[in-house]
Nanobody, 113 residues
């Protein structure tokens, strides 16, 4: 069974940076594309970024140029490096496989002065 654990969230000032991590427990990590999502209070869950098994990346337009997704197959981990953070980036961030499997608990990112 797949288990996903997100970490690295926190409180950061506008313009700051954070790096999120997502560790995948399962045997097929290296064969899986992985996504980051986020859900802001009162809003639908939103897709943020994808990394394929060959490390090709894609992003939602609102984070293009500010966020970078990466993966380390030796650690069954994906990362989301977030820079130039804005208050509208405040959300709980989740990772998942493609297609989605079970959801983890997420990690809270709050951008505020």
């Amino acid at each position: 069974q797949v288990l996903l654990v997100e970490s690295g969230g926190g409180l950061v000032q506008p313009g700051g940076s954070l790096r999120l991590s997502c560790t995948y427990s399962g045997s097929l990590f290296g064969l899986s594309s992985m996504d980051w999502y986020r859900q802001a209070p009162g809003k639908e869950r939103e897709w943020v970024a994808r990394i394929t098994r060959s490390s090709t990346a894609a992003y939602v337009e609102s984070v293009q140029g500010r966020f970078t997704i990466s993966r380390d197959n030796t650690k069954n981990t994906i990362y989301l490096q977030m820079s130039s953070l804005k208050p509208e980036d405040t959300a709980v961030y989740y990772c998942n496989t493609v297609p989605p499997s079970v959801w983890g608990q997420g990690t809270q990112v709050t951008v505020s002065s």
